[in-house]
């Protein structure tokens, strides 16, 4: 009998698994259809840095030049090119597909990693439009997602190679940079100094080596910022069009951000779930940044997938994902074709959840959420309105700032809801905390002291 069970569950697993994988390839016959129509921009910067490093040349443009902001200019930390080096020397065409490969691959495995051999998570995640857009431009996104992923899960065990590849993530987009702040508010000593010593050889190298100095690369950076961020989905560009005075638009920039950090280092301290950090982390890095493309949009799934590994929210985030944006020269019968299986992954995820959650969907349910709107404080209900039309208000009357407001409103509700899902059943009272102050060293009443 055991015997027989043994094996029954082995076929269970392995179909499981037959039916994941078989999911990806058959995506990829979507992202392959994309790939093919446009030339990967990014990583043919990244491929043509990676040959001038093999001949002897600087990747760099000359620094102070318009050809910076061209979007054709290596703009990057020296390692990430001379990383790259072993795929220059395959034709453009050859390198290109084994970087959507090695994309798609990573895709699949963080998802796969993650919240297991999950097919229609994978179908709505995987050819939702900013993980195409991402694979379509060849950017470093797959990678950067697995990698903090990678630094989640691993994070108390494989310590210095986590701290190497934490260093990675951050050295290779500096607006991640904040994350190396994780470690170092956890206590993680061995994982702190992994991952500050990493990052700076893997800074202090290119510098030495390079041909630019660490004045010249920021140089460079702040001409390209810039740029860019007239043209991006930062909440620098949204503030820029609120406010004349750019130093009133950092530093309004700058407050949002240390108030994420405020509040995520807060609850981390009362509560001890780290998670918090990491995912308040990544919010203010993305707030931070003044370059913020659509095909950074992917890095938000790394929060849901640390805090809510529901299949539906998941397969919920992909479809919001497919709205938001539309990948690169596609025809209309094909993103018609992309929305309608997000929308039926939609919808058999929402199956599934129903049968197995009745209770929330019920009676009780609707009575629930009845008392609790009723019980809501006046006070409470006109600023959330009055803040709900002030956004409709902008979005209606500068279309052009819509996806501005739209990628902030992303960032912040993600951030929302993993602090929901850390305050969940922990006896921790938001309220109380915000009168005590987050960083108050005082104990709770009634906790032990032993």
């Known amino acids: 009998m055991k015997k027989g069970r043994f094996f029954s569950l082995n076929r269970s697993l392995i179909r499981s698994e037959l039916i994941f994988w078989l999911s990806v390839v058959l995506t990829s016959i979507i992202l392959f259809y994309y790939v ?21 040349r600087s990747p760099y443009p000359p620094v102070g030049s318009p050809v910076t902001y061209s979007g054709s200019s290596y703009v990057y930390p020296y390692f990430v090119a001379y990383l790259l080096q072993p795929l220059g020397y395959f034709s453009n065409y050859l390198a290109s597909m084994i970087f959507v490969y090695l994309s798609i691959l990573l895709n699949a495995l963080t998802i796969r990693f993650s919240v ?10 995987m050819i939702s439009s900013p993980f195409v857009i991402a694979i379509q431009m060849g950017t470093l996104t797959p990678i950067l ?10 994070r108390d065990r494989l310590k210095i190679v986590g701290g190497f590849v934490l260093a990675g993530v951050a050295m290779s987009k500096l607006y991640l940079a904040p994350l190396l702040l994780f470690p170092i508010w956890t206590k993680r000593y061995s994982l702190t100094i992994s991952s500050l010593t990493s990052s700076i050889l893997l800074l202090g190298i290119g510098f030495v080596v390079g041909p630019l100095s660490p004045l010249g690369f920021a140089k460079m950076l702040l001409l390209l910022s810039g740029h860019e961020t007239l ?14 005075s750019h130093i009133l638009r950092d530093l309004s920039v700058g407050a949002v951000a240390g108030g994420v ?3 995520g280092l807060g609850i981390y301290r009362k509560t001890k779930d780290d998670s918090i950090l990491f995912v308040a982390l990544i919010a203010a890095s993305l707030v931070l940044t003044p370059i913020l493309w659509s095909s950074y949009l ?29 990948p690169d020269r596609g025809t209309l019968a094909v993103n018609g074709f992309q929305f309608l299986i997000e929308f039926t992954s939609l919808v058999l995820a929402f199956r599934i959840y129903i049968n197995s959650r009745v209770d929330l969907l019920g009676e009780a349910f609707g009575k629930r959420l009845f008392l609790a709107v009723k019980r809501l404080p006046l006070r409470s209900v006109v600023p959330g309105v009055f803040l709900i039309l002030g956004l409709v208000i902008l979005m209606v009357a500068s279309p052009v700032l819509m996806p501005d407001v739209l ?8 951030f929302v809801i993993a602090i929901l899902d850390s305050l969940r059943g922990s006896g921790f009272n ?7 102050g987050f960083l108050s060293s005082r104990r709770r009443p009634g906790l032990p002291t032993g």
């Not at 043209?231 to 004349?244: E, P």
């Open 231 to 244: 043209q991006g989905w930062s909440l620098t560009r949204l503030m820029g069009t609120l406010v004349t």
């Open 261 to 263: 950090i405020f509040v």
């Open 116 to 125: 297991g051999a999950k097919p229609l998570v994978a179908v709505a995640l």
């Open 430 to 436: 938001l309220s109380e905390s915000v009168k005590g």
């Open 145 to 154: 997602i697995f990698g903090m992923v990678f630094v989640w899960h691993f």
């Open 36 to 56: 093919r129509r446009v030339n990967q921009s990014d990583f043919l910067v990244f491929l043509h840095a990676a040959r001038e490093i093999s001949r002897g």
């Open 298 to 326: 992917p890095i938000l799934l790394v929060p849901i997938l640390i805090k809510r590994r529901d299949p539906l929210f998941l397969v919920a985030a992909g479809t919001i994902g497919t709205l938001l944006v539309t």
């Open 407 to 414: 990628v902030q409103i992303g960032v912040f509700s993600v």
